[in-house]
């Protein structure tokens, strides 16, 4: 069985898709498979937001993952009916779905937030190697052979 689905591009135009259920296949392998402009870097894992869209038909769709919700949360396109197509598995309840690919996160989207984990930022006036580690440095060596300062 094949579902329609309507992809709307970056650009506003709208692609009428065809999609089987029987294949196992997700909403960003149908719009690679259809050459739209979806990246999927991380392979469909929910780790990269690259096939970010938002939903515009009213479906019932699964629960967000708590990994989908974690990758949505750093996004700066986010709004209330924001997907990952990755996570959004081709079922015949997505028969006559219509979706918008979102725009492309900027690229240096990091440079402005503060980092989650690892080493600190540098102090203004400090190189690279005059920052400080944190305890419990994850490659297990003693806080001497870093340069941890107490």
Avoid: W
Avoid at 19 to 30: G, H, R
Avoid at 36 to 58: K, Q
Avoid at 109 to 117: A, D, K, L, T, V
Avoid at 129 to 140: D, F, Q, S, T
């Amino acid at each position: 069985m094949n579902v329609r689905i309507e992809v709307i591009d970056r650009e506003g135009a709208a692609h009428q898709l065809e999609a089987p259920t029987d294949m196992a296949l997700n909403l960003m392998e149908l719009c690679k498979a259809a050459e739209l402009p979806v990246e999927g870097t991380c392979g469909g894992m929910a780790l990269c937001a690259s096939c970010h869209c938002y939903v515009n038909s009213d479906h019932q769709l699964p629960e967000q993952s708590d990994d989908e919700l974690a990758m949505l949360s750093e996004i700066f396109t986010l709004k209330h009916n924001s997907r990952l197509g990755c996570q959004l598995a081709i079922t015949p309840a997505l028969e006559g779905l219509s979706i918008t690919l979102a725009p492309e996160e900027p690229q240096d989207r990091n440079q402005n937030q503060r980092p989650r984990r690892g080493r600190p930022p540098p102090r203004l006036g400090q190189t690279l190697n005059e920052r400080p580690l944190r305890r419990g440095h994850p490659c297990g060596q003693g806080q001497e052979r870093h340069g941890e300062v107490e």
